[in-house]
């Protein structure tokens, strides 16, 4: 290989842009295991950092894409041989090192997860990092006692990636799922996934005070803000909040009673820097038991390095649903 396609971003005097360049794996960030990719996948802040409507990348110039999956062609690490399928998620990608949309990638080793049997390569990008923060709040909520038999978990934001994700997994994994959504057109696209009730945010009422009649016993939560707060005070005893978003912002208003009188839990979902032995366990559960039953019909859209800034335009505007997956190789 000479060079090869890849999208990437710079900020310079010339100004922010970004495009298909033609590079070397010499320009690659350095690490231990180079990949020739497969796939990737779009995310909220892959729109973000593509168009750079919102500061993510901390360095110039790097290639896009938080998350990618492809087979080794390279390794100086004894842990990955040629052939090998592998995947990486968060871990700085598209951050402070070179992502996904590339056709080539380098990887630190310690980043670096082995495709779990049970999962193609496509299949774990349709996943990628929003399959992946889904399932990371079932785990840590379920790390801190949280049981089907406890009653209904609810989705916020339940159309996009995350959210769609979070209603086939708890399903899988024997919970009720509730979505909520100001989608109220693709209440049918839920039901499909698995939710047992949709509600449309336009229609919601906490009420005011701090702490109002308990209606789940879980929540999975990617807007933030008032959403957050509200859910605060309508959470069962000893219930958990995964917060893993702020599409809504990323301020809360809220009391503590909550917390000190039904001892509600808030959990932070910090997908990105996960660390290795969680991201293998977490990966094993997606692979397995829960494994979503309906992947193809949750990536609505499949696109291609020239077609990103279509994709981005659309997911910024609010228009995407489901899982957008890019095919590179």
Known sequence: MDTFRAFR??????GYRAGIE???VDDLSPGEVVIKVAHSSVNYKDALAGTGKGKILRQFPLNGGIDVAGYVV?????RYREGDAVLCTGCGLSEN???????YARLEAEWVIPLPPGLTLRESMILGTAGFTAALSLYRMEQNDQRPDMGPVVVTGATGGVGSLAIDI???AGYEAHAI???????DYLIELGARQCIARQELFWGQRPLETSRWAGAIDNVGSEMLAGLTRVIHPYGNIASCGLAGGHDLATTVMPFIIRGV???GIASAGTARPIREKVWERLATDWKPAHLDRICTRETTLDELHDVFGTMLEGGSLGRTLVNVG
Do not use: P
């Open 181 to 187: 959504t100001g989608k109220v057109e693709h209440f």
């Open 265 to 267: 839990s808030l959990l």
């Open 74 to 78: 390279a390794s100086t690490d004894a």
């Open 9 to 14: 971003i710079r900020n310079d005097a010339k």
């Open 170 to 172: 708890l399903t899988r």
């Open 97 to 103: 090192r070179d992502g996904g949309y590339a056709e």
């Open 22 to 24: 033609h590079i070397a």
